[in-house]
Nanobody, 126 residues
Framework: QAQLVESGGGLVQTGDSLRLSCAGA????????VAWFRQAPGKEREFVAG????????WYSDSVRGRFTISRENGNDMVYLQMRSLKTEDTAVYYC???????????????????WGQGTPVTVSS
């Protein structure tokens, strides 16, 4: 089974920047969208940002819009999440997921994603 692999997480301070990488989406057939989600301790997995695989449309949660940027590297299978002006509330494990369109769900719905990585932790200290 195809797998996604995240990297780039770490410990940073408030206001810092970090770039997360997700490898593997280009090797999955029929990808509709790739998205980043995050999960903080004791909380549910929440949508952060997504990118449409064909047209490159992007979507962001209200909490990160203007600070985070999702992008993909054409001709490759990399998806990035550039995070700026990090806040303590951004602390979480970040996961990338690939949606192959089986369930016709909204891009923000994690139940629609069939492929996930193992996650990369991001800790923002004050």
């Amino acid at each position: 089974q195809a797998q996604l692999v995240e990297s780039g997480g770490g410990l940073v301070q408030t206001g810092d920047s970090l770039r997360l990488s997700c490898a593997g989406a280009g090797r999955i057939s029929n990808v509709v969208a790739v998205a980043w989600f995050r999960q903080a301790p004791g909380k549910e997995r929440e949508f952060v940002a997504g990118i449409g695989w064909r047209a490159g449309s992007t979507w962001y949660s209200d909490s990160v819009r203007g600070r985070f940027t999702i992008s993909r590297e054409n001709g490759n299978d990399m998806v990035y999440l550039q995070m700026r002006s990090l806040k303590t509330e951004d602390t979480a494990v970040y996961y990338c997921g690939a949606d192959v369109g089986r369930r016709n769900t909204l891009v923000i719905d994690p139940s629609g994603y069939d492929y996930w990585g193992q996650g990369t932790p991001v800790t923002v200290s004050s």
